[in-house]
């Protein structure tokens, strides 16, 4: 919480004020129980009408008093609360904007976005606990403290000796609750995932017949999840009888011990009223403290988990620009470019390894490999998705880490792997790159990508709706509108990286054809499994376990290369393989 | 004094079982629920086996009430008769009985915690588990339909809704009508005239307060679904965020969450500020009612109507008394919520099983393999007919391919085949026997199913693999594996075959559908299906896995899907589909020369 402070400063005044009126209203309530017994002492006992009525209406007005007093708190303290909450908020959704592909990786999409939603709501919540609760129930319990002595010194004492006994035995019960709900807690996601796991793969249990198994594994964790819930809930059961019943032994020491003092006259009975009002309220207070600690220590995690993303300092830095040139790109340059995520330094164990290679305007570069050979990474670090660990990208002979950050993004168009859209129509992810694009732009770009078709048969055609994560359509669709997305920004660099492999083979063939005036104009990266996608690059590289082993064309390396022909065997079969080879 | 125990155990409570932040007024989404009686009578059906403490939870819970109620009017007594009139012997016996009340109070409060706690948990525990059962038994068609969100949410929140409501609500709800009635009793038997007061002012501030929270409620819910909106945006831009880095597009995406953000900023405050206006508004509420009734309690005194000792005793029972009347609201809620999430688990409890000729067959008696489809007929939900009267055969230990464009009809044939849907007319027999009248498990069991998800389970990949045969050792594990080209990439992992894994991506896809043809290789079956079973595997791997798999093939009947016609070049029959009819059939070289679909398709893939 502490690492927050910096956040909470510009309501400062918030924070002075929201505690000085919970002070005032604890103060005004604790009165009550003191003018009750002004009523009976001095009303009831010396039988004085007049008293009664006076401190009456003094009683009413102390209440409105606190009223005013708890309003105004809560006033200061939401203000100082949402406000907090809002700046927060906004601070980590910029932060993360910030942050690169690689700090994105470490913290987890999922992760980063409770951080943002949840967590950020329980700071907050925090705050308003903090000003107005964690205020107010220990000063009512200091506060009916205080009282009480007054009262009576000796029936304080009894009363203060009381307090420590539950506080050990409080902080007795928390400290031995918590493994066992913590076990309860690891029990309940054991249970979590077999449930889990059965939904998503019931297929498999029913194909194997395996039902009569897992019903019985399931049995298993039920068992002993219901077996350790009902031991930490037997465990809490002790708990509030105990606390209550010290509550109450204090109670009747007070009354045995207060009856003897009114006996000999050095207590009027009024006054062991209120005694016993504030001992009430002294004790529930200290519950109430307990109580709240506990959720303290929830919301810490909370804003342990905030700070963590505030203080990660992202590896690229963008500058704002005001207006962002866009470059030729005759030429891009790889030199002894080696990439390894998260601080690989042994060679071997990196995930590209001293890549050399340069391209040229208007020629196609495409990639191909087995799975995890570092293919997507290659391409993502043209862009600066990643940063290279050593060896340089040039672009025209500029190195790309002297280029500002946004005119480099926004000149190379680089088409994800996964195809994600964003809520809103389909002309809107479309011009997502270019806002304000004209629907002749759009069209285009549309009909490159083979989409128009199927976008015009769709109910409102470019202003369909894409529901979130575009779940109404089908995934070679989604990739479809993500290619036409990034061809209307017209890039000087176009990478594919592996974005056709839910097409079919015949719009795969057209997306091809369509796209070669496009190429003429630019450097073109494909990424792909298939062979007949990478045959008419004007160069291909084989790469294998982060090394280039092969490069040219497709027939120099049929011919040369073993990797790539055994590639081809492996998707033609060895006839036609054999028959090239000769 | 004694309402010190409700808040002691309404805290504690929080600390424990109770997850989730305390309820606020208006938190608690009302959810009206369709058929209150039945849902309650089943939940019953439940509770029933437990009477015995069921009933000790309910007379445990009257009589720590009981205890409850009896102390401030003990403390009154006290007061009027011993101390005022200064009998200090009279305080020594009071003081003991007292003693023997509160000591019992906490004892049968304990004794109704101890039993509430497994009364709710066995009650859970066995909806739980019959839900899971029910899974088990229920046909694809339903989890195709449903969401496993969904499924999820019942399996978990609901039942978790209703064991917390068995667990405190119902205990609550009967201690606190019992606490309502009894304040009342003990109020009349002290005086009628401070009964009177506290009767009327109790309803009225309770009146206020829910006239007040009606109107806050508003500005509560117009904040939660400002963040709702915010936690939406939030949710898509962060997935999306690789998206709009590529683009730099990150300053536009800040600008649009400034604008929802400051929205909720204005309105958060404003909800805050009334809503939190609550606390302090019932605070004063309960000043109020000691005000009235230590004024009115006084000029009772002073008539010597009542004595000082009732002023103290009804200054208790106003709490007693306001508490229950505000907690019978937000009992009612829980309560109307706990039903609808049972009956959201009864739901899925009625849905039908899957059907099934339930024969006891020797499982190691195995099939031959011999495939019919007899004019086979079948849609899903929507009448559009998927596949219309086919009709194939495949005899034991061949391989056929089924190739065509998506939505052919090809992964359906294996669905029909392995009954997890039922055709609608037309006929499907194994060994000339119609599947119909098989036992279903049986007929899993001689089918080896690989599936294009290729779906891993937590667990260490040993216990994954042994799926496919419980008994098997792990050296046939282990055998398995090889075949199946797993080992290799298994021994590098850091603990080999007890590498733990898990259904979200510790392995990759291709890894996971080696393990899934191990696993079915393992379990030895008459016919194995191949539904693009090594689609994420790259071709290299895949002509390895091929030649293990022609091993494997050899003697059973298979069926294989596949987008690359490389992989099926050697079947001995591939039949190629359009729209649910099978347009051509015949070897690769027989199609080749056909100069058909299955030529064009081809052609297409060396281009």
Known sequence: MWGLRSYIKPYWKFLIFAPIFMLMEVFFDLLQPRLAAYIIDFGVVERDMETIQQTGLLMVLVALLSLVSGVACNLFASRASQNFGADIREALYAKIQRFSFEDIHSFQTGSLITRVTNDVVQAQNLVQIILQRLVRSPSLLIGSVIMALSINVKLGLILLGTLLLLLI????????????????????????????????????????????????????????????????????????????????????????????????NDLQVGDLVAFINYVTQALSSLVMVSGLLMSLSQAKVSSNRINEVLTTE??????????????????????????????????????????????????????????????????????????????????????????????????????????FLFSGTIRDNISFGKAGSDQEEIETAAKIAQAHDFIMKLPNGYDTKVGQKGINLSGGQKQRISIARTLLMRPPVLILDDSTSALDLGTEKLLREALQDIMQECITFIIAQRISSVKTADKILVIEEGTIVGAGTHQDLLKSNEVYHSIYASQYGNEEAAYVQH | ?????????????????NQGPGSRPGEIAKVRSKNVKETIRRIWSYLKVQRLHLLIVFISTILSTCFTLLSPYLIGKTIDNYIVVQQFDGVLKMGGILFIVYVSGALFTWIQQFF????????????????????????????????????????????????????????????????LAGSVVMMLSLSIRMTLITIFIVPTVAYITKKITTYTKKYFSEQQSHLGSVNGFVQENITGLKVTKAFGREAVSLDEFRVINE???????????????????????????????????????????????????FLNYSNQFSQPINQLANQYNLLQSAIAGAERVFEVLDQPSEENIEKKTDVDKKIKGEVNF?????????????????????????????????????????NLL????????GKILIDGKDIRQMDKDYLRQQIGLVLQDAYVFSGTIMDNIRYGRLDATDQEVEEAAKLANAHSFIQKLP?????????????????????????????????????????????????????????????RTSFVIAHRLSTIQEADTILVLDNGEIIESGSHKELVIKNGFYQKLYENQLA
């Open chain 1, 169 to 264: 035995v409080l902080v007795f019960f928390i400290r031995f609750s918590f493994p066992l709900f913590s076990k309860v807690q690891t029990q309940l996601d054991s249970v979590n995932t077999r449930i889990q796991d059965n939904l998503a793969g019931i297929r498999v249990v029913k194909a194997f017949v395996r039902a009569h198994f897992e019903t019985k594994r399931f049995k298993k964790v039920n068992k002993d999840y219901t077996q350790k819930s009902i031991k930490a809930a037997r465990f809490m059961a002790i708990n509030g009888p105990v606390v209550t019943l010290i509550m109450n032994m204090c109670l009747i020491i007070i009354l045995l011990y207060g009856g003897n003092l009114t006996g000999r």
């Open chain 1, 314 to 419: 992202p590896k690229m830095i963008m500058k704002e620009l005001d207006s962002i040139p866009s470059f030729s790109a005759a030429h891009i340059r790889f030199e002894e470019v080696s990439f390894a995520y998260n601080n690989v330094t042994k060679k071997e164990d990196m995930t590209l390894k001293d890549i050399n290679f340069e391209a040229f305007h208007g020629e196609t570069i495409a990639i191909i490999g087995a799975t995890g050979a570092g293919k997507s990474t290659f391409v993502q670090l043209i862009p600066r998705l990643y940063d290279v660990s050593s060896g340089a990208i040039l672009i025209d002979g500029k190195n790309i880490k002297d280029l500002p950050l946004l005119q480099l993004r926004q000149n190379i168009g680089i088409v994800l792997q996964d195809a």
């Open chain 2, 1 to 17: 004094m004694s309402n010190i125990k409700n808040k002691a155990s309404a805290n504690l409570s929080q600390i424990g079982l």
């Open chain 2, 116 to 179: 509430a706690a497994s009364l709710s948990q066995h009650t859970v525990r066995d909806m739980r588990q019959d839900l899971f059962e029910k899974y088990q038994g229920l046909p694809i068609k339903f989890f195709d339909k449903s969401t496993h969100g969904d499924l999820m949410s019942r399996t978990t929140n609901d039942i978790a809704n209703v064991s917390n409501t068995l667990n405190q609500t119902v205990v609550q709800l009967i201690s606190s009508i019992f606490m």
């Open chain 2, 263 to 313: 929205k909720l900023r204005a309105v958060g405050v404003k909800a805050q500020s009334l809503s939190g206006s609550m606390g302090p508004i019932m605070n004063t509420m309960r000043n109020l009612s000691f005000v009235v009734i230590a004024v009115f309690g006084g000029i009772f005194a002073y008539h010597e109507i009542i004595t000082i000792g009732i002023i103290v005793s």
């Open chain 2, 374 to 414: 007899d004019k086979v007929y079948f849609h899903y939900e929507t009448d559009v007919a998927v596949l219309k009267n086919l009709s194939l055969h495949a005899k034991p230990g061949e391989m056929v391919a089924l190739v065509g464009p998506t939505g052919a009809g090809k992964t359906t044939i294996i």
């Open chain 2, 418 to 425: 392995t009954r997890f849907y039922e055709i609608q007319s």
């Open chain 2, 495 to 555: 603990k080999g075959y007890e590498t733990y894994i898990t259904s979200d991506g510790s392995i990759s896809q291709g890894q996971r559908q080696l393990l899934t043809i191990a696993r079915a290789v393992l379990a030895n079956p008459s016919i194995l299906i191949l539904d693009e079973a090594t689609s994420s595997v790259d071709t290299r791997t895949e002509r390895h896995i091929q030649e293990a798999m022609k091993s494997l093939m050899k003697g």
